[in-house]
């Protein structure tokens, strides 16, 4: 099978979501301080390998397909989704929020591109739930640092 541009645009558009995920995470983890620095920095290095494995599943699926990706830092900076990652050092406790927030966005694009990767290529739309429901987790995983329990209602022992 040759993937059609439709097809190829797709799989791009969730390769370039991931190489700025792999940059922005190594970003916030050189340059987060605060409390739970630790735990903060150790997660982001699971986040960055988890980005950098499936952009090359993506960019290697989308070879098979006899499309060319394309991960030149130009054509990253100027089509990702992902909003720009603060330059400076980060507060743990922001850092949770941008890089959730970055987590969602590249989770977004693949949630929008993959009915249309699913109708052209079935096997290309079983990586991309793959990818989804990593990004995902980890969201969740990342978020909870900054979350309160809800409050307990005495009635419903909740």
Known sequence: ??????????????????????????????NVVGTNFRDTHLI????????RTL???????????HALPDGRSETVSATTTLPKFPGDQVDTTEVVGLITERLDAAASTCRRVHDDVDEADPTSADILHTVIET??????????????PRKRSAQSGL
């Open 55 to 65: 952009s090359d599943e993506i960019a290697e699926r989308m070879r098979a397909l």
């Open 135 to 148: 990004l995902e987790q980890y969201a969740w995983m990342v978020s909870a640092e900054n979350m309160k």
């Open 1 to 30: 099978m040759k993937a059609n541009k439709e097809l190829s645009d797709n799989l791009q558009a969730v390769l370039v979501d991931l190489i700025e995920l792999h940059i922005q995470g190594k970003q916030a983890h050189w």
């Open 44 to 51: 982001l290095d699971e986040i960055i390998e988890a980005a």
